[in-house]
């Protein structure tokens, strides 16, 4: 555990674990999700198929009752309607015998569905009775036999009944409908068949309630893999935090302060800060061995052309800005005043540009009368300030010293991004002061990289 502090996690390994858990969790939860709609197809099927028993338990009822009433009605008024109704009901109808074959393919219990098959057995047998009352009805009217349906044709008298007078028969036909045994036949098949639903239906509510339990308990495990999958991405996303971005912010707040890289994070992370120090050590020591002659100008103590060629080759020039400044009537002086006095104006200028630019910013003389300064980690955004600041030299270099004459300057400002070296910065930069010379003779004119 020591060792992995000292030496850091891996971000190549810690990915592939991150990755295989992903992978893991995401095919559990498609599995899940894939397994949580057919629960849920089977909580809706099964839901459906108790609605629709409901609904063939009503229709059982309600036939039984409606043959009653249609038999019962022709008995009392005789009226051939009611008993087209009844064998409209049997033949062609068959709420009953339907409702029994929908249970048959229903996966329930096998002794209840029988029970209840045997129940509408025992109500077919009832029919017997009910169509003998019929046949006495006939008899009773007088009518044509051959204008009843066929089951009442076949249905033949006792030889007690068929003695009877009309009067009789009818009496017969009622006694059989309303009579106390065709009431406790079919109040006891009636209660049968109704046992036989409601053990059904309670069987069916189980189901239902199994389906429903079974789909919660299923949405709860595709709920916790989502979570999983969440925990994992948030957890890669504070690893890649604290093992990438945090020490990669740390290590260009230090490179830009030019410092030391504190080695932290990832070992990735940590193998390039140990490299960058490295190099960095060895720059400073080789910077350190250049002697002040080999890279500072004699005459005003600036970094002379070597050393700006130097500075342009290790510095961050994309996130610099290179600023290229001319004496305008350098020529001028020196004719008017000589050597010696143009030497004073370059060595005064050298002091203004010094004192007005900060210490971590890098001033040269590149040229006779030409400087360029380096200014370190400013963008764009600090146009205004540099603008400023060339008043402010504008005005010392005119109001001068002593025995110093008045000097006229010129500059070009170029902004480093992405991608730009040191050629295209000074290329910029160049253009930039062609630029602000040949508008503002003397004046300052800024070029933004693009």
């Known amino acids: 555990m020591k060792k992995l502090r000292e030496r850091g996690v ?6 592939r674990i991150l990755l295989v858990l992903a992978l893991i969790a995401s095919g559990m939860l498609f599995y899940a999700m894939n397994r949580t709609n057919r629960l849920y197809d089977e909580a809706q099927e099964v839901t459906r198929d108790r609605i629709a028993f409901v609904e063939k338990s009503y229709d059982m009822q ?12 022709f008995v009392m008024t005789g009226e051939r309607e009611y008993l087209e109704l009844y064998f409209r009901e049997v033949n062609e109808t068959r709420r009953r ?13 096998e002794k209840t569905v029988q029970e209840l098959k045997e129940a509408m057995a025992e109500s077919q047998t009832l029919m017997e009775t009910e169509i003998y009352a019929a046949r006495l009805m006939a008899e009773a009217a007088g009518d044509d036999l051959s204008l009843y349906p066929e089951d009442v044709q076949k249905a033949g008298l006792t030889e007690f009944d068929l003695d009877k007078t009309p009067g009789e028969k009818q009496d017969q036909a009622g006694k059989l ?15 049968h068949i109704t046992e036989c639903v409601n053990r059904l239906n309670t069987e069916m509510m189980r189901k239902e309630a199994n389906a429903e339990s079974n789909f919660e308990a299923q949405v709860f495990v595709e709920h916790a893999l989502t979570v999983i999958l969440i925990v994992i991405l948030l957890l890669v996303v504070f690893l890649t935090f604290i093992l990438m971005i945090k020490p990669l912010r740390n290590a260009i707040e230090s490179i830009r302060g030019e410092k030391e890289v504190e080695p932290e994070g990832a070992y990735e992370v940590r193998f390039l800060a140990k490299t960058y120090n490295l190099i960095f ?8 061995k250049l002697t002040y002659e080999t890279t500072h100008d004699d005459l005003t103590g600036l970094y002379n052309r070597r050393g700006y060629d130097y500075l342009l080759k290790n510095v961050d020039m994309e996130t610099a800005a290179l600023l290229l400044i001319d004496m305008d009537n350098y020529k001028e002086i020196r004719e008017t005043g000589g050597a010696e006095t ?65 000097i006229r300057i010129s500059a070009g400002v170029a902004f480093g991004k992405n991608g730009d ?3 295209s910065i000074f290329r910029m930069a160049d253009e930039a002061l062609y630029l602000a010379r040949k508008e503002n003779k003397s004046g300052i004119h800024f070029q933004k990289a693009e």
């Open 342 to 406: 143009a030497d004073r104006a370059l060595k005064y200028a050298a002091t203004s540009l010094l004192n007005l630019f900060r210490s971590t910013d890098y001033v040269c003389r590149v040229g006779d009368d030409a400087f360029a300064i380096i200014m370190m980690h400013v963008g764009n955004e600090l146009k205004e300030l540099i603008r400023e600041k060339y008043e402010r030299l504008t005005v010392e270099m005119k109001n001068g010293a002593e025995d110093v004459p008045e």
């Open 421 to 423: 070296n040191a050629s």
């Open 177 to 191: 409908l309303f009579g106390e045994e065709y009431r406790e036949k079919k109040e006891a098949i009636s209660s």
């Open 97 to 109: 015998e339907k409702a029994i074959d929908y249970l048959e393919k229903c996966d329930l219990n």
């Open 62 to 73: 309600r036939a039984s009752d409606y043959l009653t009433e249609q038999i019962r009605c």
């Open 10 to 15: 891996s971000v190549r390994k810690m990915n």
């Open 281 to 288: 050590q060895t720059n400073k020591e080789k910077r350190e």
